[in-house]
C-alpha cells in the first residue's frame, strides 16, 4: 500500500483509529457522555475529510475505490454514525451501556458500510460486508438486561453466519470460473457468447442469498421483524439505514462496473423483486407493533430499489442512488421518534402507547408523521420524489409490469403509514405521557425532516450531482 492509497482511505482511517482509541480509552475511563460525544466528533470529522480530501483515479490496493461514488456514501455513512450516536447519549446512559465498546462498534460499522460502498474486488466486497456485519451482530444484542434484545442478536448471528457462508462459495466459484477477484473482469469473465458460465451462475445464485439476507429480501427477510423489534432503537436506526443502503450502493458499484452481467438472472430477480413487494405489503398491514410494521416496510423499500436495478441504466442506478438518501434520511427520523419517546423501562413500540401523542407532543408527532408519510410517497417529501424516480427508470427500462406492482404496493402502503398517524391524532384514550427529549435528539430529528422536506421541494441539485457520480 502506497502513501498515495493511505490518503485515499483517509475518511475511513479517521472512522477506524477514531473507534480504536475511544475502544481503548473506554477500558479505563467509564463516562459515557466523553465518550459518545467523542465518537460524533471523530464522525463529523471524517464526513469532512471524505468531502474535502481529493478523490484518487487510482484503487486503493485493487480492493476499494475512493471515486466520488465512494466519498458521496463515506460522507452519508459517517453523518449516518454521527447522528446515531447523537441519539444514543441519553439511551446508552439509561441503559448502562460500556460506552467505549458502543461507540467502536458504530463507528466501525460506519467504516465497513464506507468500504463496501467503494468495493471493486470480490475480496474487498466480502471483507468489508462481514466488518461491519460482525459489528452489529454485538450491537443488535448490546443491551444485555433485554431478553427480546438476546434472542434478537441470537437470530441475526445464525443466519448471518448461514448467509456469510453462501456468500464465500459463491465467491469462490466467480473466481473459479472467471480466475480473477476484480469485478469489472470478474463479472465479464463468466460469460462465454453472452451466456453465463454453468459455475459463474450457480456463484451467482449463492450471491444472491447472501445478498438476499442483508437487504431483506423475500425469502430471506424472516430475521427482520424479530431484530427489528428486539434490537436498541439507535441501532436499529443503524440497521435499516447503513446496513441496507451500503448493500444497495454496492449492486450499483457492481453492475454499472459489468453492465449485463446479470442479464440471465433477470427473470429470477423479477421474482424477487415481485414477491419483496407483495409479502412486505401483506404483512405490514396486521402489525401493531410500530419497529415490525417499520421492518416489514423495510422489506417493500428493498423491492423498489431492485425494480429500479433491473434495467442496468445509468438513470436506474441513479434513481437507487437518490432514493437510498431519501430511504435513510425517513428511516432514521422514525427510529429518532421512537429513541427520543423512550425512557429506562423501555421503549414505545406497540400502536396502542402512540394514543394523542401528537398532541402532547406535537413537534415530535409531527416529525413521525413527516417521516412515515416519506417513506409512503407523499407528495412534497423526499419519498415521493424518490419514488417518482425509481418507477420511471423502471418503465424506461422495460419492466412496466413490475413498475405498476410497485405503484400499487406503494398505495397499500398508505394504509399501514396512516394507521399510524391516525392513532397519533386520536383523542380517545390518551397514551401515558412519555420522555420530554433532549437537545441533541431533537437535532436529530430536525436534520431528517429538513433533509426529507428539501429533497421534496428542490431534489434536482442532488440528483443532477449523483448523475455524475455514477461510475
Known amino acids: 500500500m502506497t502513501w498515495l492509497d493511505v490518503l485515499a482511505l483517509a475518511p475511513v482511517l479517521v472512522l477506524v483509529i477514531g473507534a480504536t482509541t475511544l475502544l481503548m480509552a473506554g477500558a479505563w475511563y467509564h463516562e459515557t457522555r466523553p465518550l459518545i460525544a467523542g465518537g460524533i466528533a471523530v464522525a463529523l470529522v471524517a464526513a469532512v475529510t471524505a468531502g474535502v480530501a481529493p478523490p484518487s483515479p487510482m484503487e486503493i490496493a485493487g480492493l476499494f475505490s475512493s471515486a466520488p461514488f465512494a466519498r458521496y456514501f463515506a460522507i452519508l455513512w459517517s453523518l449516518v454514525a454521527a447522528l446515531i450516536l447523537m441519539l444514543s447519549l441519553r439511551y446508552a446512559s439509561e441503559r448502562e451501556f460500556a460506552a467505549g465498546e458502543y461507540v467502536a462498534l458504530v463507528l466501525f460499522s460506519a467504516a465497513g458500510m464506507a468500504l463496501l460502498s467503494g468495493a471493486t474486488s470480490l475480496v ?242 409531527a416529525v413521525l408523521a413527516t417521516c412515515l408519510l416519506s417513506l409512503a410517497g407523499m407528495p412534497l417529501t423526499g419519498g415521493f420524489i424518490g419514488k417518482f424516480v425509481l418507477f420511471h427508470a423502471a418503465i424506461k427500462g422495460g419492466f412496466t409490469g413490475l413498475a405498476v406492482v410497485a405503484i400499487l404496493a406503494s398505495l397499500v402502503s398508505f394504509a399501514y403509514y396512516l394507521r399510524v398517524v391516525m392513532v397519533l391524532y386520536s383523542s380517545d384514550e390518551p397514551a401515558p405521557a412519555l420522555h420530554p427529549g433532549t437537545s441533541l435528539e431533537h437535532a436529530v430529528l430536525l436534520v431528517c425532516v429538513s433533509a426529507i422536506l428539501l429533497l421534496g421541494l428542490y431534489p434536482a441539485p442532488l440528483l443532477d450531482l449523483i448523475a455524475t457520480l455514477i461510475p
Open 124 to 365: 474487498g466486497l466480502f471483507l468489508s460486508l462481514e466488518s461491519f456485519t460482525l459489528a452489529l451482530y454485538i450491537l443488535v444484542s448490546f443491551h444485555r438486561n433485554n431478553n427480546q434484545g438476546a434472542e434478537a442478536g441470537l437470530k441475526y448471528l445464525v443466519l448471518g453466519a448461514v448467509a456469510t457462508g453462501f456468500m464465500a462459495f459463491g465467491i469462490a466459484l466467480i473466481y473459479a470460473a472467471s480466475g480473477t477477484f476484480h469485478l469489472p473482469e470478474a463479472l465479464n469473465g463468466l460469460q462465454v457468447g453472452g451466456h453465463l458460465r454453468p459455475w459463474g451462475l450457480l456463484g451467482w445464485g449463492l450471491a444472491l442469498v447472501a445478498i438476499g439476507f442483508k437487504i431483506s429480501l423475500v425469502p430471506f427477510h424472516l430475521w427482520t421483524p424479530d431484530v427489528y423489534q428486539g434490537a436498541p432503537a439507535p441501532v436499529t436506526a443503524l440497521l435499516a439505514t447503513g446496513s441496507k443502503g451500503a448493500v444497495g450502493a454496492a449492486l450499483v458499484m457492481v453492475l454499472a462496473s459489468a453492465p449485463g452481467a446479470w442479464q440471465e438472472l433477470v427473470p429470477l430477480l423479477w421474482v424477487l423483486a415481485l414477491l419483496t413487494m407483495l409479502v412486505g405489503s401483506l404483512c405490514a398491514l396486521p402489525q401493531e407493533n410500530l419497529k415490525r410494521l417499520l421492518a416489514y416496510s423495510s422489506v417493500v423499500h428493498m423491492g423498489y430499489l431492485l425494480t429500479a436495478l433491473l434495467p442496468g441504466s445509468p438513470e436506474g442506478y441513479s434513481a437507487v442512488v437518490f432514493y437510498l438518501t431519501v430511504y435513510t434520511a425517513a428511516s432514521l427520523g422514525a427510529f429518532a421518534v421512537i429513541t427520543s419517546l423512550s425512557n429506562a423501562h423501555g421503549e414505545p413500540q406497540k400502536l396502542a402507547a402512540w394514543h394523542g401523542l401528537g398532541y402532547r407532543y406535537p413537534v415530535r408527532g
